[in-house]
């Protein structure tokens, strides 16, 4: 199937999480449900963004230079107190930092900027009205709407909410993805080295995918090449999670049993291989809004269909409004010559120099390659062209 297809495919499969509400607190990088609008200004009165001295600026009128006007000081105000008096004729008060205007003030003048003279406060120009005054909603209007549904709850959300005493928020519940690593030739972490067998990279390659997303992973082991046991583990595992992603099993081999086992539960296969290169060996299937997305066991195939295909998907189910891959545009700096047939993702470290943004693609883009991961940030999307030449410009994404 050709990428684009298969990508909108399954973003079209997919359905939105349900929703709850959390506490501010444990609503980092989880997705807004709703807008989240201000039921409050903020601030809720006007203040002072400095140190310094408040006046009614009609008072003010006339001073200058060779015309000082002299005020008495009657108050002074700290920050989180209230003014118990109100300024009269020729009359200031001093007020630190945040503090409220007193009734009667309506502008603000610097504490380095007057003098005392005589015990009195020696104002040498005028001042307009509302000068360096924060006004009431200044920052916040009452009803404004400062997130929408599908954005991300970032420090500013979790700030401003802070801020307008909303205690919590409405947002997408956390995506529940099961992961199952097959094939008889997996050992896990810490067995005994056998000959013929490699150790299981993917579990923790995709681990770290999704911890990243905020997503919650339930690892459910290797599975040999059995079809009994992967119907076992597939069926156990769609039913506890909103999907489940699998590496290895889904090419043409002997023991390449994923699609065999998947279907025997009920599940229809949807994607069956798509036009890319790392990744075209894939399996995707359906049953009753549950999903399964059957990977190549191959570590770099399995993480480029994840980025390139499978997350557009993801973040939809998360609640994201804005979902699609952003591509944006990159020079290389070196060449990667191997003919391209079919839509290629490269890995790369992508910098900024002199502002314009700069790819240098990893020498070795194997499908095995796990150490092409180490510095790369970066896929450089290649199409419709038969080499990827230094100084040409390709579409990019981040990792």
């Known amino acids: 199937m050709e990428f684009n297809e298969a990508k909108n495919l399954l973003i079209s499969k997919v359905k939105e999480l349900e929703t709850e509400n959390v506490g501010i607190g444990d609503a980092y990088n989880r997705i807004l449900a709703s807008d989240l609008i201000a039921n409050i200004d903020v601030p809720s009165f006007n203040r002072s963004p400095l140190d310094g001295y408040c006046f009614n600026s009609e008072d003010t009128i006339g001073a200058g230079a060779e015309n000082p006007l ?4 009657i108050e002074e105000v700290p920050c989180g107190k209230v003014a118990t008096k109100k300024i009269g004729k020729n009359q200031t008060i001093k007020v630190l930092t945040g ?8 502008c603000v003048i610097k504490y ?23 006004l009431i909603g200044e920052d916040v209007k009452k009803g ?3 997130a929408k549904k599908g954005s991300i709850v970032d420090m500013g959300v979790v700030g401003i909410a802070a801020s307008l005493n909303i205690p919590s928020l409405k947002v997408y519940k956390k995506l529940k993805v099961g992961l199952i690593s097959t094939g008889s030739e997996l050992l896990e972490i810490g067995d005994e080295s056998v000959d013929g067998k490699i150790y299981n990279s993917n579990r923790y390659i995709f681990d770290y995918i999704l911890k990243k997303y905020n997503i919650e992973c339930k690892y459910y082991g290797i599975v040999y090449d059995d079809i009994e046991k992967l119907k076992e583990k597939f069926g156990e595992a769609s039913n506890e999670c909103d999907i489940v992603i699998s590496t290895g099993g889904v090419s043409v081999g002997d023991y390449d049993l994923v699609e065999k086992a998947i279907n025997e ?7 069956k291989g798509i036009a890319m290169k790392p990744g075209m060996a894939c399996c995707f299937a359906e049953k009753n809004g549950e999903i399964v997305l059957g990977l190549s066991g191959n570590p770099m195939s399995s993480v480029t269909t994840f980025y390139a295909v499978l997350l557009p998907a993801i973040k939809k189910m998360m609640g994201y409004s804005d979902f699609e891959n952003k591509y944006f545009k990159v020079k290389l700096k070196n060449s990667f010559n191997k003919k391209n047939g079919k839509i290629r993702f490269l890995r790369a470290k992508v910098d900024i120099e002199e502002g314009v943004a700069t790819a240098t693609l990893n020498l070795d883009q194997g499908n095995i390659v796990i ?12 199409e419709n062209c038969a080499e990827a030449k230094a100084g040409m410009t390709f579409d990019c994404m981040w990792l």
Do not use: W
């Open 99 to 106: 503090a409220k205007m007193p009734e009667g003030a309506d």
């Open 112 to 134: 380095e900027d007057v003098e005392v003279a005589n015990g009195r406060l020696k104002l040498q120009r005028e001042l307009k009205h509302n000068e360096n005054v924060i």
């Open 371 to 382: 150490k092409s991961l180490i510095d790369c940030n970066a896929m450089i999307k290649v």
């Open 265 to 271: 539960l009920g599940f229809n296969t949807f994607v």
């Open 144 to 146: 404004m709407i400062l």
């Open 70 to 73: 002299y005020f008495d000081t």
